[in-house]
């Protein structure tokens, strides 16, 4: 289907935008890679009368060191963010992730920020961001204002932003030296998981120090497998203790159920997943 009409600006500042954004209100709509908000547009499942091209807002581009974190630019591109060597050495989790998210021409045209904003439960970017306590900065016409990934995530396709407001950047901790991956489950390539496993540890020696795990498509929004964090720390990486560790990883969440796979097969892909995912973090 074509798209409803709609009038195009492309601001060349942040302020620009958002003064557009403020102007429009709820009949404007931000564009940031088009992945997935023109095939929205195509299906008129959303019909706004102004689009807002964040494309030539420079601003909002690139990684940066920040000190103990280093700062992704909502425009950066997947491809960009999968090709940094910061991110790769104080992020991993983030570059495996985006390894596997979608295709090489989707990963030139789709933003770091623009998956995060559009809150896709099944997206690849939520779990890691989320494992990795990422700060998101995000803009209105009254300043801007940090929102940490406890609270992003909100529901189905909705994030704490407002209206009005753009996502900026994000801020990620550093953790250098610790190891991640990501292990996603699909039925063909270039599918959007079906359940995935975000995981991240430190290893002192053969023991866990530290570890963090995010689960991707297992309810409305990404989800932190605490107890698995919990029960994994001070053990050896062998196979049998993360194993049971990785026992728990479906607790407390409320998968979905669909032609993939019910919301019980679900649960259990979560502890399989888990205890590869964490596994070959650990590099056991
Ligand atoms: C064939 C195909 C396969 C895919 N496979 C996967 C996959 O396996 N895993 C995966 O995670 N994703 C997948 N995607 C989605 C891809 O990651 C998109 O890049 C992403 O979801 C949207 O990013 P975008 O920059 O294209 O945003 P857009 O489509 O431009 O925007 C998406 C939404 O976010 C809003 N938005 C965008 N930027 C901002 C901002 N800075 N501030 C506030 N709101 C903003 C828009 O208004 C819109 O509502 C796939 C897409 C396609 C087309």
């Known amino acids: 289907m074509i798209p409803a009409r709609f009038d195009y600006v492309a601001p060349a500042t942040l302020e620009e935008a958002l003064a557009a954004l403020a102007r429009h209100g709820d009949d404007a709509k931000v564009i940031a890679g088009g992945q997935s908000l023109l095939p929205v547009l195509r299906m008129r499942l959303n019909t706004p ?24 630019g909502a425009m950066t591109t997947h491809s960009d963010v999968y090709h940094d060597p910061l991110v790769r050495e ?28 559009h809150a896709d439960p099944a997206g690849d970017l939520g779990a ?11 803009a209105g016409q ?3 204002r940090t929102v940490e990934a406890a609270d992003f995530f ?3 396709f909705t994030t704490a932003l407002a209206d009005d407001e753009i996502l900026k950047e994000v801020r990620i901790p550093k953790r250098p030296g610790w190891g991640a991956h990501y292990e996603k489950f699909v039925r063909v390539a270039h599918q959007w998981p079906i359940v995935a496993v975000a ?26 497998a605490r107890s698995v964090e919990q029960a994994l720390v001070g053990q050896p990486a062998t196979d049998e203790a993360v194993r049971a560790a990785a026992a728990s990883a479906a607790e407390g969440t409320n998968p979905p159920s669909d032609l993939n796979g019910d919301a019980d097969y679900r649960r259990h892909l979560a502890t399989v997943l888990t205890r590869r995912a964490v596994l070959a973090a650990a590099g056991a």
């Open 128 to 138: 890691p961001s989320l494992a990795l306590d990422a700060q998101f900065v995000v």
């Open 49 to 72: 009368e102004v689009v807002i091209d964040l494309g030539k807002v420079e601003a909002l581009r690139g990684v940066r060191d920040d000190g103990d974190a280093i700062v992704v």
């Open 154 to 156: 909100v529901d189905l």
């Open 90 to 117: 104080n992020a991993l989790v983030l570059t495996r992730a985006i390894e596997q998210l979608a295709d090489p021409q989707v990963r030139h045209r789709g933003t770091f920020g623009g998956a995060l904003a």
């Open 142 to 144: 009254g300043g801007e």
């Open 199 to 224: 995981a991240a540890v430190k290893l002192d020696g053969g023991t866990i120090g530290e570890a963090r795990v995010g689960l991707t498509n297992m309810g409305s929004t990404p989800l932190r």
